[in-house]
């Protein structure tokens, strides 16, 4: 298999994973609230440098076909809500 088409699809859906990950971990008691936002800054920080991998030129032009295929602008959008996030979480975690 091409690493180009390993790394789109990693940086496709990686965030997403990231993201459904940390709200299932925030729905078990067991965990302290501080524990949970320190989770998600640092998950939502690993999503956020995936969604910018994700620009680079040879990436972001490849699809799968059937499956997935990004044009800039999505990828663009999609990296400026995985920051709009990370941003207030920062916040909300204060």
């Known amino acids: 298999m091409d690493i180009h088409l390993i790394l789109y699809v990693a940086c496709a859906l990686a965030p997403v994973a990231l993201m459904v990950a940390v709200a299932l971990l925030s729905r078990l008691n067991r965990f302290p609230t501080a524990g949970l936002w320190r989770t998600f800054q640092c998950a939502s920080g690993c999503a956020l440098a995936l969604a910018a991998v994700g620009l680079i030129p040879g990436i972001a ?7 997935l295929q990004a044009i800039p602008i999505s990828q663009i959008l999609s990296l400026l809500v995985q920051l ?3 941003v207030i979480g920062g916040f909300s975690a204060r």
């Open 84 to 86: 709009l996030g990370t």
């Open 61 to 67: 032009h490849l699809h799968v076909p059937g499956v």
